[in-house]
């Protein structure tokens, strides 16, 4: 119901797109995010977006340099990524939320993953 693509082997400094597709309506109700999960670590939340795009959050790691974005017409969520480093390399995750507050943990649907490598 959650499929994500766009992951790649990037060198650092350089971008990626990752996107990720949410085949269970309706997609305007569902606050979004990314997350990922580096070798031998936890998960950890990325990005969120709310419902209608208008309020977002990042982890502190990525401030700055990563961008969420919807696009409700198309049932889809992007994460842009620019001047990636080697710590960055890891799968990333789409999740897709119910509740009606952006939110870092409450998730209830989630995407297959999709790796993405910077080299450095």
């Known amino acids: 119901q959650l499929q994500a693509s766009g992951g790649g082997l990037v060198q650092a400094g350089g971008s990626l797109r990752v996107s990720c597709v949410v085949s269970?309506?309706?997609?305007?109700?569902?606050?979004l995010g990314w997350f990922r999960q580096a070798p031998g670590k936890e998960r950890e939340f990325v990005a969120g977006i709310s419902r209608t795009g208008g309020s977002t959050d990042y982890a502190d790691s990525v401030k700055g340099r990563f961008t969420i974005s919807r696009d409700n017409a198309k049932n889809t969520v992007y994460l842009q990524m620019n001047s990636l480093k080697p710590e960055d390399t890891a799968v990333y995750f789409c999740?897709?939320?119910?509740?009606?507050?952006?939110?870092?943990?409450?998730?209830?649907?989630w995407g297959q993953g999709t790796l993405v490598t910077v080299s450095s």
């Open positions: 999740a897709a939320g119910t509740v009606a507050v952006l939110s870092r943990r409450r998730y209830d649907y």
């Open positions: 269970k309506p309706p997609f305007s109700s569902y606050t």
